[in-house]
């Protein structure tokens, strides 16, 4: 049995029943449609928002519940993965592109852009990666030149989570000549200019559709910058330790149903005339998982709390991303080869499941990044040591 949980209330336990009755109930039978079409449906969307399950946070003058406890949002996706699929990016669009609007935006812009957030008729995606910068978002070429009563937008995304469906793009441009100088601005895909480009083919999650984008002197009204036009690059710092968390709780989610995937089929595949769970070296491996999982559950639980708080330091969320998305790796591996050839047939799950946990180590900065920055932390820093 997994570790309890002390950090979840009973209020967040009857949340969660409700959640898993209705995916289990209505979306569980639509993932191979989703994986075939490369995409959510907009109704399934819509069914999160009629549900009152998108952007939790937002105040009742915005349509929402006013909920601000990450826990949710932690109980909403463990049983999104568990029921659905990983790649169903509900969650990119609540408290990845969201935090941006509630915390920087304005009253007004608030108002404009909210309630069809909360709703699930605007789908919302973040535009910051472009082809020739990867993590190194302050060499951004896209451009946002000031003209008075707007700015005009030029320049390309990459890798755009919801690129496709997405109707609402937060997006970061330069605004100056100064490394780093970068302003966030609110486009929508109805402007002059916007465009969309490939919907990327990937190696996993096909549910979640990735897009190149495109702004060729997009007119942005200046009401729709947020916050201050050379504060952007401060601002994605400010949002990273909450994203960093929900990618974490994504992929430590992933590592549970992979383990509980894995843990059905050897104890009914048999081998040599016994089933395969009862070979010393499946039970070690799995023990052994079983024990890192549950001591990473509880790890990541403080740092939900700590999140919660606002207290949450961008070196834990960095470890927190770090562990898990790693952890995942090693889970997803070892089910498959335990699954041994079936497990590298369609068919099943823990097929789907090792290509869809590859890209966890990459996104919401790379393993690599997680390191220098819990690196940077212990003052081990190049600055700090020369």
Same mark, same amino acid.
Request: glycine content about 12%; aromatic content about 10%.
């Given at each position: 049995m997994p570790f309890p949980r002390l950090h979840l209330d009973p209020e967040h336990e009857m949340f /969660?029943?409700?959640? /898993?009755?209705?995916?289990? %109930?209505?979306?569980? %039978?639509?993932?191979?449609?989703?994986?075939d079409q490369a995409h959510v449906d907009r109704e399934d969307f819509k069914a999160f928002g009629d549900n009152g399950w998108l952007c939790l946070w937002a105040e009742e003058e915005y349509g929402g519940p006013g909920i601000r406890d990450i826990r949710y949002d932690q109980v909403l996706q463990e049983e999104t993965i568990r029921w659905t699929d990983i790649g169903f990016f509900h969650n990119a669009h609540s408290m990845l592109v969201g935090p941006y609007l509630d915390r920087f935006a304005t009253p007004e812009q608030k108002k404009r852009f909210l309630p069809g957030a909360v709703s699930g008729d605007t789908i919302m995606a973040i535009a910051m990666t472009e082809p020739d910068t990867g993590s190194d978002l302050a060499a951004i070429r896209t451009r946002a030149e000031d003209k008075g009563d707007h700015y005009l937008l030029n320049g390309s995304k990459t890798y755009i989570s919801n690129g496709i469906i997405g109707d609402l793009f937060v997006v970061a441009a330069k605004t100056g000549e100064k490394r780093g100088q970068i302003g966030l601005f609110v486009v929508t895909a109805d402007m002059a200019g916007f465009s969309r480009g490939r919907h990327l083919k990937k190696m996993g999650l096909p549910v979640q559709d990735t897009a190149e984008i495109r702004f060729d002197d997009?007119?942005?009204?200046?009401d729709n910058l947020l916050g201050d036009p050379g504060m952007g690059f401060a601002y994605m710092a400010e949002c990273l330790a909450v994203e960093r968390t929900m990618s974490a709780i994504s992929s430590l989610s992933h590592a549970q149903a992979a383990f509980d995937v894995t843990l059905d089929f050897i104890k009914e595949r048999r081998a040599f005339g016994k089933p395969v769970g009862a070979f010393q070296n499946t039970r070690f491996v799995m023990a052994d998982l079983r024990a890192r999982l549950d001591a990473t559950q509880a790890y990541l639980d403080q740092c939900v709390m700590l999140a919660n708080e606002d207290k949450l330091t961008p070196e834990d969320a960095a470890a927190a991303k770090l562990i898990c998305s790693e952890l995942q790796g090693e889970?997803? %591996?070892?089910?498959?080869?335990?699954?041994?050839?079936?497990?590298?047939? %369609?068919?099943?799950?823990?097929s789907h499941m090792?290509?869809?946990?590859?890209?966890?180590?990459?996104?919401?900065?790379?393993?690599?990044?997680?390191?220098?920055?819990?690196?940077?932390?212990?003052?081990?820093?190049? /600055?700090?040591?020369t």
């Open positions: /969660r029943d409700q959640v /898993r009755r209705y995916l289990k %109930d209505n979306m569980a %039978d639509k993932v191979a449609k989703w994986r997009v007119k942005v009204p200046k889970v997803v %591996d070892a089910g498959l080869q335990f699954h041994g050839g079936a497990g590298y047939m %369609d068919e099943y799950e823990i090792f290509r869809d946990a590859r890209i966890a180590r990459i996104y919401a900065g790379t393993s690599e990044i997680m390191k220098e920055i819990i690196g940077r932390g212990i003052g081990l820093g190049e /600055r700090e040591l």
